[in-house]
T-cell receptor, first 113, second 111 residues
């Protein structure tokens, strides 16, 4: 099955630790995105990548980092500099360098205590 | 800044009735709108989209209406089913800029 996967589904970390969230897609999509979702809120863009080896900051990039070494993979690192890291993180991908027709992964719920 | 918002945070509907979920937007430059459905603990799923040069678009059991005069978007679900229970988001795009998402409306279907 073609799709976009995120792992793990639930992740727990202690404050002060960096943590990396995985996002993989086998849809041959060029663009990939990371969003953060807080309870009762819409999605906010963290980072996006429209092509391999290139990425741009979204609205709330502070405290996060990404890499795009392979077309299929777009991991997100939540660093200790992120003040409120507990949230639901969603990865998405789209065919071309366009914001349309984004397919979302199942999400990773990160809890930092 | 300009943003997408919703009139109602929650909506309860009797099974079999029609549902109408509303969304207000303020960016007059937005030229494309999307509705997403998000079930609990899952990622959003594309439902239907509409371009700004259209007033109405129909899909399977869903219809999106766009009123550019009052900057209002609505999603109508016909014969609502328990499986329709979810949070529904509208999102807008202006040119080649990132999607802007609304906060969502939670639809609860009463059996």
């Amino acid at each position: 099955d073609g799709g976009i996967t995120q792992s793990p589904k639930y992740l727990f970390r202690k404050e002060g630790q960096n943590v990396t969230l995985s996002c993989e897609q086998n849809l041959n999509h060029d663009a990939m995105y990371w969003y953060r979702q807080d309870p009762g809120q819409g999605l906010r863009l963290i980072y996006y990548s429209q092509i391999v080896n290139d990425f741009q900051k979204g609205d709330i990039a502070e405290g996060y980092s990404v890499s795009r070494e392979k077309k299929e993979s777009f991991p997100l690192t939540v660093t200790s500099a992120q003040k409120n890291p507990t949230a639901f993180y969603l990865c998405a991908s789209s065919m071309g360098p366009t914001w349309l027709e984004q397919y979302f992964g199942p999400g990773t719920r990160l809890t930092v205590t | 800044g300009e943003s997408v918002g919703l009139h109602l945070p929650t909506l309860s509907v009797q099974e079999g009735d029609n549902s109408i979920i509303n969304c207000a937007y303020s960016n007059s430059a937005s030229d494309y709108f999307i509705w997403y459905k998000q079930e609990s603990g899952k990622g959003p799923q594309f439902i239907i989209d509409i371009r700004s040069n259209m007033d109405k678009r129909q899909g399977q059991r869903v219809t999106v209406l766009l009123n550019k005069t009052v900057k209002h978007l609505s999603l109508q679900i016909a014969a609502t089913q328990p499986g329709d229970s979810a949070v529904y988001f509208c999102a807008e795009i202006a040119g080649n800029t990132p999607l802007v998402f609304g906060k969502g409306t939670r639809l609860s279907v009463i059996a």
